[in-house]
Each structure stands twice: as structure tokens, then as C-alpha cells.
T-cell receptor
Framework: DGGITQSPKYLFRKEGQNVTLSCEQN?????MYWYRQDPGQGLRLIYY???????QKGDIAEGYSVSREKKESFPLTVTSAQKNPTAFYLC????????????????FGQGTRLTVV | DAKTTQPPSMDCAEGRAANLPCNHS???????VYWYRQIHSQGPQYIIH???NNETNEMASLIITEDRKSSTLILPHATLRDTAVYYC??????????????FGKGTKLSVKP
């Protein structure tokens, strides 16, 4: 079945370590997104990519890095520079912006809950 | 910043219609209204979207006022499984950063037996 998969579901990290969250989609979507969600809050955009080998900073990119070497994959690295990394991270994808709006909805993964210990 | 305003919480009796309001008074002519919902600790799920006309699908109906400054999501027969946070988002249908989804805090809908 087509979908978007995030792994792992739960992740623990020691303070000062980098960690990479995986996001894979087989929906043939061009655009992919990373959001962060803190308790009781909405989603905040970290990074987005509209095409392979290109990505842009969102509202809260500091302390994060991404790559988009393949259409299917958009991994997020939480670096040691991120001061408060404990959060719920969500990845999303959708068909190319500008194409038919019938396919304009975004599909989300089930999230990765990162805890710094 | 989110361009929408929603009540933080609402209750609804099981089997009754749930009407979730959203204000988007600064919406521009080429921005669509999208609704997503998020069940606890899961990724958001797309529900419906519209531009000017009212829309209906198997999940819900979307009523947009004539001036487009507000809308209402209607779940016609709410069930306990509809308990979730509902997000109303306005977004252009074009490329670039304007096409990104900007989430506010949403409305927490509690469906009660």
C-alpha cells in the first residue's frame, strides 16, 4: 500500500548527541515536510523540500538539518545545537505544489517521539 | 503565524452533529480552506478543503460563508472516534512557501456518550 513511514516511533537521545529521524514515502510525491509538535501546541514547520536536491528552512530550522538525495526520502537530523529537542516530530508529503488541487492534501506519517535523556 | 482562529475546545454528544467554526478574516482570493484532524499521538489526517463553494465528502461537510471570512466543519453524526484536535488552515494552492501548511492550535473536540 502507498503511504508515508516514519521510524523509529520512539527515540531516546543523550544530551549532546546528533540523531537522525527517517521519513520515507512511496506516493511519488515531490514535496516533503518536517514539523515539530510540543504538548498542547500546533505543528511548527522545520524544513521543507519541493523537489529532489533542494530544501528550504521553515519557521524553526535552527539546530536541525535535512537532505533530499532521493524523492522517496527526507531524513531529519536533530543536532546537538538544538537546545530543546524533546518533542513529537511529524513528516508529511504531498503532490507537487501547483498541480491539481484534487491531489493537494498532505499525507502525514505517524510521528517520532524524541526524548532527550 | 496561523491565519485562522478557532475555539480551543468543544464538546459534542455522540450521534449529534458537531459544528466546528473557524474564522479567517484575512483570507485572500486564491487561498483555500483546509481541515485536518489529529487523534492523540498520531499524524494529522486530511478531512476536506474548499475555496468558495460548500463541499461534502464521506467524512464531513464544509460550509464557507459568502464573504469567505469564516467557515464551519460539520461532522453530521459524531462518534467517539471523532474525538480529536481539528485544525483549520488557509493556504494558497500554488507552489513556493505559500503552499505550506501553517497549523494553529486547533479545536479539541470531545465526543461524549
Amino acid at each position: 500500500d502507498g503511504g508515508i513511514t516514519q521510524s523509529p516511533k520512539y527515540l531516546f537521545r543523550k544530551e549532546g548527541q546528533n540523531v537522525t529521524l527517517s521519513c520515507e514515502q512511496n506516493l511519488n510525491h515531490d514535496a516533503m515536510y518536517w514539523y515539530r509538535q510540543d504538548p498542547g501546541q500546533g505543528l511548527r514547520l522545520i524544513y521543507y523540500s519541493q523537489i529532489v536536491n533542494d530544501f528550504q528552512k521553515g519557521d524553526i530550522a535552527e539546530g536541525y538539518s535535512v537532505s533530499r538525495e532521493k524523492k522517496e526520502s527526507f531524513p531529519l537530523t536533530v543536532t546537538s545545537a538544538q537546545k530543546n529537542p524533546t518533542a513529537f516530530y511529524l513528516c508529511a508529503s504531498r503532490s507537487q505544489p501547483g498541480q491539481s488541487l484534487n491531489n493537494a492534501e498532505a499525507f502525514f506519517g505517524q510521528g517520532t517521539r524524541l526524548t532527550v535523556v | 503565524d496561523a491565519k485562522t482562529t478557532q475555539p480551543p475546545s468543544m464538546d459534542c454528544a455522540e450521534g449529534r452533529a458537531a459544528n466546528l467554526p473557524c474564522n479567517h478574516s484575512t483570507i485572500s482570493g486564491n487561498e483555500y480552506v483546509y481541515w485536518y484532524r489529529q487523534i492523540h499521538s498520531q499524524g494529522p489526517q486530511y478531512i476536506i478543503h474548499g475555496l468558495k463553494n460548500n463541499e461534502t465528502n464521506e467524512m464531513a461537510s464544509l460550509i464557507i460563508t459568502e464573504d469567505r471570512k469564516s467557515s464551519t466543519l460539520i461532522l453530521p453524526h459524531a462518534t467517539l472516534r471523532d474525538t480529536a484536535v481539528y485544525y483549520c488552515i488557509v493556504r494558497e494552492g500554488y507552489g513556493g512557501s505559500q503552499g505550506n501548511l501553517i497549523f494553529g492550535k486547533g479545536t479539541k473536540l470531545s465526543v461524549k456518550p
